[in-house]
């Protein structure tokens, strides 16, 4: 499985816009790239993913470099409801889901 | 659809005890899974399940049983409660194996053994 490093922490204030960056340096050509988030409390919750493009979605759009060692997940207009951990997540079709420790986001009013 | 039910929220159980941790989902998945997050981890993977009657292990299965006898139900079963197993045990379904696949969670069962 690739691993890959998030930043422990970030902050935003309410309404700007976040980029949650990740390195996967070691991602294999037919590893997707997932991105989860887990709210106070709360089981994971999808995000979005990706192969090689870009990709959008009503909750974030996930940017991914051409050479694919790194992405990053973008949220448009940070609510205090997207204070949450977010975990990216390199998931081959063989593989399993695993969870690093990810990076908390918090969103200040 | 309810997605990902768990039964139940939270349970107590002394060192010993046996209990059954229930999951179900009403999406018609082929893939499901558990896991279970100690305090401040990430979640790791128990079992997972391809379809129904195929089971297979995961990063820490032991201590765990699991069985897969209908596409909507997929019980955890713990054979002999240890203190180490005290966490939050989540359970997850997709449409099938594979990446290309979201995944969805339930909320948890909050499992405290003394």
């Known amino acids: 499985d690739a691993k890959t490093t998030q930043p422990n922490s970030m902050e935003s204030n309410e309404e700007e816009p976040v980029h949650l960056p990740c390195n996967h340096s070691?991602?294999?050509?037919?590893?997707?790239i997932h991105w989860y988030r887990q709210l106070p409390s709360q089981g994971p919750e999808y995000v979005i993913h990706?192969?090689?493009s870009n990709v959008n979605n009503r909750m974030a759009s996930l940017a991914i470099a051409e050479d694919r060692k790194s992405s990053t997940l973008i949220l448009h207009r940070a609510t205090l409801r997207d204070a949450a951990v977010y975990y990216c997540?390199?998931?081959?079709?063989?593989?399993?889901?695993?969870f690093g420790q990810g990076t908390t986001l918090q969103v200040k009013p | 659809n309810a997605g990902v039910t768990q039964t139940p929220k939270f349970q107590v159980l002394k060192t010993g005890q046996s209990m059954t941790l229930q999951c179900a989902q009403d999406?018609?998945?082929?893939?499901m899974s558990w896991y279970r997050q100690d305090p401040g981890m990430g979640l790791r993977l128990i079992h997972y399940?391809?379809?129904?009657?195929?089971?297979d292990q995961g990063e820490v299965p032991n201590g765990y049983n699991v069985s897969r006898s209908t596409t909507e139900d997929f019980p955890l079963r713990l054979l002999s409660a240890a203190p180490s197993q005290t966490s939050v045990y989540f359970c997850?379904?997709?449409?099938?194996?594979?990446?290309?696949?979201?995944?969805?969670f339930g909320p948890g069962t909050r499992l405290t053994v003394t």
């Open positions: 997850a379904s997709s449409y099938q194996q594979g990446a290309f696949y979201e995944q969805y």
């Open positions: 070691t991602i294999s050509g037919t590893d997707y």
């Open positions: 990706g192969l090689t």
């Open positions: 997540i390199p998931f081959s079709n063989t593989g399993k889901l695993i």
């Open positions: 999406m018609n998945h082929e893939y």
């Open positions: 399940s391809v379809g129904a009657g195929i089971t």
